[in-house]
């Protein structure tokens, strides 16, 4: 079984730029992809940015060209740098660690003023 945490969120100025961190815990070993998704209120959870255990990258049309995964050199570890910050892109940010299943953080606030 697979835990995340998430960590970094905060309140930022349109045009700021904010970094979250997720580090994974338990049965590493059998996870393939690490990410970001995220839920605005009132919308529905959507895909914010992926890494593969390749580093092959997939990322969600909103945030392409101002979002960045990455992970760290333990591989356990991913980062979402976001810059260019829009007041759209307030929502909650929540980390995934997809194994045999998935497993979720709680989440984390990220409120863009304009």
């Known amino acids: 079984q697979v835990q995340v945490a998430e960590s970094g969120g905060g309140l930022v100025q349109a045009g700021g730029s904010l970094r979250l961190s997720c580090v994974a815990s338990?049965?590493?070993?059998?996870?393939?992809?690490m990410g970001w998704y995220r839920q605005a209120p009132g919308k529905q959870r959507e895909l914010a940015a992926v890494?593969?255990?390749?580093?092959?990258?997939t990322y969600g049309t909103s945030v392409a060209g101002r979002f960045t995964v990455s992970r760290g050199a333990g591989r356990n570890t991913v980062y979402l740098q976001m810059n260019s910050l829009k007041p759209e892109d307030t929502a909650v940010y929540y980390c995934?660690?997809?194994?045999?299943?998935?497993?979720w953080g709680q989440g984390t606030q990220v409120t863009v003023s304009s």
């Open positions: 995934c660690a997809f194994a045999t299943t998935p497993s």
């Open positions: 338990g049965s590493i070993s059998g996870i393939n992809i």
């Open positions: 890494i593969s255990r390749e580093n092959r990258t």
